[in-house]
Structures are given as structure tokens and as C-alpha cells.
């Protein structure tokens, strides 16, 4: 954001204080000429009690003035409003106290009376513009923590739904592989042939029966398997086995999963 876009968001709030009515008066008829709001007050009291209720960006006090010099009271306006740009008018004869309170971080910037009135009128316009820098990187900084927060949030939700995934894919393995189990180990004959008639799975009850036909995991039905392969085409159909009859039920997959071809089951038929 540009200082002009910046200047033209901020409302420059202006708080002058001295004794002298005179000056005063002087210092507001040449600042008002830069459309700030002006608050005054005639000593450090007066202007403690106008900054409870009133908030400023920026301060130019007189030095010398009676009950409360212009540096006490900025000691005291920055421990209650540390956002406050504080300048303070002052002549060469209290320059010491006057440097203390600025090396202390009590004074921004000192101006020597009498003043130059384009060097006043710059100097308060540069006190604003960094009140405004101040205001602006602190509304920045307060975006990107509630940005970062959102942002730890949406980590938090995605760490959740992907320990919730892994779960879910382990929970799948763990159920594939007993189910595996369970049909490696049924008595009947079970084969999984996919698309492309490559056999995927097959038990061992199926082994043993087609071990002599060369019907292996990996291979595709063929000649050595032809009955088999023309019962691919029906859902249930008969077929000799090495002098036996069974009974062949052909069911295709991928009705509830993702998985593609046919599950091939070999009931024995009783020949009695």
C-alpha cells in the first residue's frame, strides 16, 4: 500500500499543547492548513484527561510550561498511548532534558522554538506518515497471523483427513488380505480372471485340480483350459474335469469395487 493510499485511509489526528494561548493559537492556524482533526489542551493535565477519551497519532507539545514540562507529560503519554508519535518544542536551554527523553524512546522528535514553518508543517506530516507505517504493518501483521492460523487450521484438517485415509486404506489391506486368506484356504476351487483372461487369483483347491491343465497365477486361459475359458461366457454352465463333473459359476466383479473381470467358481457335482 503507497503512503498516498495510506494517508488517504487514516483519519490524522492532531494533539497540541501549551501554555500560551497565543501560541497555540498559532501553531493551529498553520497546521490546520493540512486538514488535520486538532485537539488542544493548555498543559500536560489538561491534555492527559483530553487523551482518555479522545486518541491521537500525534503529539507536539511545548517544553516549558507550568505544573508539567512537555517531556513529563510524554513520559507519561507514552507509558498509557505507546502508539502515539510524540514531538516536543523546546529551546536550546533545555536541550539536555530534552535529548534524554528522546535517546529513552519518550520523544520521537525535537523541534527547536521558534520554529520554520514549512520545517514544522514537514515534520509533522513525516510523524504522521510513520504513525501510519506503524498502523499499516501492524494491520498487516495482525492479517497474517489470522492467516497463518487459518492456515494451521486447514494443516490440522488435512493432517486429520489423511491419518483417517491411511486408517482406512490399512483397514482395506488388513480386509483383503483375510479375505485372501479365507479363499486361499476354502476346499472349493475358486479362480479371479480379469479383462484380458489372465488368471489374478487362484486358490489352492484350484491348483490341485487344473495343476495338471498348466493353469497358473499369471497365465492366460487358453487351450489347456478350454472348457473353462468358453464358461467364462455364462453364469452358470457344466463341465468335465478330469472325469469329474462341476458345476461352474461365473460372477463378474466390480459391482461393489473398483476391481474389473470375473470371480470363477468350481462347485463338484455329485455323479451318484
Known amino acids: 500500500m503507497s503512503e498516498e493510499t495510506i494517508s488517504e485511509t487514516f483519519r490524522r489526528r492532531l494533539l497540541l499543547v501549551d501554555d500560551e494561548v497565543n501560541i497555540l493559537s498559532a501553531l493551529k492556524r498553520l497546521l490546520r492548513q493540512d486538514k488535520y482533526e486538532i485537539t488542544t489542551a493548555n498543559n500536560g493535565q489538561e491534555a492527559l484527561n483530553m487523551l482518555e477519551n479522545n486518541p491521537v497519532d500525534v503529539i507536539v507539545t511545548d517544553q516549558r510550561m507550568p505544573g508539567m514540562t512537555g517531556v513529563e507529560f510524554l513520559r507519561l503519554a507514552k507509558e498509557s498511548y505507546p502508539d502515539t508519535v510524540r514531538i516536543v518544542l523546546s529551546g536550546y536551554t ?5 535529548t534524554d527523553a528522546v535517546n529513552e524512546g519518550a520523544v520521537y522528535k525535537f523541534l527547536t522554538k521558534p520554529w520554520d514553518d514549512i520545517q514544522l508543517r514537514g515534520h509533522v506530516a513525516e510523524a504522521f506518515r510513520r504513525k501510519e507505517m506503524a498502523d499499516e504493518n501492524l494491520r498487516l501483521q495482525s492479517q497474517l497471523q489470522i492467516a497463518n492460523l487459518a492456515l494451521a487450521r486447514t494443516n490440522q484438517e488435512l493432517d486429520k483427513l ?63 483350459t478350454p472348457q473353462l475359458e468358453q464358461a467364462l461366457n455364462h453364469s452358470c454352465t457344466e463341465i468335465s474335469l478330469h472325469n469329474e463333473r462341476y458345476k461352474v459359476l461365473t460372477h463378474p466383479m466390480g459391482k461393489n469395487s473398483r476391481s474389473r473381470g470375473k470371480l470363477m467358481t468350481l462347485v463338484k457335482l455329485d455323479q451318484s
Open 162 to 224: 489423511l491419518r483417517e485415509q491411511e486408517e482406512r486404506i490399512e483397514h482395506d489391506e488388513v480386509s483383503l488380505q483375510i479375505t485372501h486368506e479365507i479363499l486361499e484356504h476354502v476346499s472349493t476351487p475358486i479362480l479371479g480372471i480379469d479383462d484380458e483372461r489372465t488368471i489374478v487369483f487362484i486358490n489352492a483347491a484350484a491348483q490341485e485340480l487344473l495343476g495338471r491343465s498348466n493353469a497358473f497365477l499369471g497365465m492366460k486361459m487358453g487351450s489347456d
Open 94 to 98: 533545555e536541550l539536555q532534558s530534552v
